[in-house]
């Protein structure tokens, strides 16, 4: 007989309750796809601490959230864990800085080079400028210093 494999909600929601069971903390939990990315939102008042420094705890949690549900269904899959609209504004900033050095780098012609950051914000970045038709976005360096350098394009010809 075939088991039926849990859906990603689920899975989300089981492995954040029994992690924050010890705690009772009081919070609501959503889960919602958007752009094939499941977004896990955390909302109350009492799970801000989760943020840490810089969201540093934030993207262990999101991390570890993500290698038991790929784990669980033997699936590759893209999860973001944001917690009191953390990421949604970080996101928010990360565009309008993407967008504010490519104007830049266009302006001056140096490339311009962003502090070092985790993956997941890097890809914001490079996502952001993808299609600009004037300057490339790649990252150097080694984990945790590794950083976005936003550059002009090559003209051939």
Known sequence: MLR???????????FINQLLAPYRLKYDMTVELKDNIYWVNLKGEDVSFLIGRKGVILYSL????????R???DEEVMVTLDINGYR???????VFLARKAAFRVKK???KFIFR???AALRRIIHKTLENNPEVITYSEGKEPKRRVIVALKRRNG
Request: proline fraction near 9%; glycine fraction near 2%.
């Open 4 to 14: 039926q494999k849990p859906s990603i909600e689920s899975l989300a929601k089981i």
């Open 62 to 69: 999101q991390h570890l959230l993500r290698l038991y549900i």
């Open 71 to 73: 784990r669980s269904i």
């Open 88 to 94: 949604a504004e970080k996101e928010k900033k990360l």
């Open 108 to 110: 001056t012609g140096k």
């Open 116 to 118: 070092p950051m985790p």
